[in-house]
């Protein structure tokens, strides 16, 4: 049984600075990526950056050059950098993890296992 337990939402102005994290418990060697998808009201879940077990990382293009997506294997801990925050960036954000993981997989529907959600809001 794998549980994902996320931290670190705030409400920050717009150009602030946040990092998120991730902590994994039970069976976590049996994981083979791990990632960040937010949600925002009314909108579906989407992926913003997942880190591969092969050290690669994919991010969508909305958050490229202002995230950072990165791994403590030794605390089993996942964690997102986020600069230079923007009103859209404002939603419950999740982390989520899977047993098997192509290097393609950055969908909803390819992770199995995920946290409760931590909210982040952005004002401008």
């Known amino acids: 049984q794998v549980q994902l337990m996320e931290s670190g939402g705030d409400s920050v102005q717009a150009g602030g600075s946040l990092r998120l994290s991730c902590v994994q418990s039970?069976?976590?060697?049996?994981?083979?990526?791990m990632g960040w998808f937010r949600q925002a009201p009314g909108k579906e879940r989407e992926a913003v950056a997942v880190?591969?077990?092969?050290?690669?990382?994919k991010y969508a293009d909305s958050v490229k050059d202002r995230f950072t997506i990165s791994m403590d294997s030794a605390k089993n801990t996942l964690y997102l950098q986020m600069d230079s925050l923007k009103s859209e960036d404002s939603a419950m954000y999740y982390c989520?993890?899977?047993?098997?993981?192509?290097?393609?997989?950055?969908?909803?529907?390819?992770?199995?296992?995920w946290g409760q959600g931590t909210q982040v809001t952005v004002s401008s």
């Open positions: 989520a993890t899977n047993t098997y993981c192509s290097l393609g997989s950055f969908s909803v529907n390819d992770f199995a296992y």
């Open positions: 039970g069976a976590t060697k049996s994981t083979r990526c």
């Open positions: 880190h591969y077990s092969t050290g690669r990382k």
